[in-house]
């Protein structure tokens, strides 16, 4: 009888423990910065984005940045061929696509470049 109170106590304490991480804990999520995505986009043009970030990049969406989003779209875009236009070709010696691949990602991120030049500067106190 007394290892069944030992068993059932211990049990209990865990599940409890285990309810509480669960009901306080958070999902992981994908928060890039602004800056980050600049250095994807960046690394798009010169060949220094894996593939699997890039896949990260376009597989995840970003809920706390609507530009972002609007960036990451554009992306999905170029590189699935939506909005009436080709898919972007599979580069050549490093690079993820083609000249005209790179080109309408130079583009996208010209655009990021002005968006973050354009952001109001803010400061926590």
Do not use: N
Request: aromatic letters at 10%; a negative charge; proline letters at 4%.
């Amino acid at each position: 009888m007394w290892e069944f109170v030992l068993v059932f106590g211990l049990t209990l304490i865990f599940l409890l423990v285990l309810v509480f991480f669960l009901s306080f804990g958070r999902a992981p999520t994908y928060r890039p910065s602004r800056e980050e995505v600049r250095e994807i986009l960046a690394g798009v043009l010169k060949r220094t984005t894996s593939v699997e970030a890039w896949d990260m990049f376009l597989g995840l969406p970003i809920v706390h940045d609507a530009e972002l989003e609007q960036v990451r779209r554009r992306c999905i875009a170029i590189h699935e061929g939506l909005d009436g236009e080709a898919p972007a070709g599979r580069g050549m010696d490093g690079y993820l696509y083609d000249r005209d691949g790179r080109e309408r990602i130079q583009q996208v991120l010209d655009e990021l470049d002005r968006i973050i030049r354009e952001a109001p500067i803010t400061r926590e106190f």
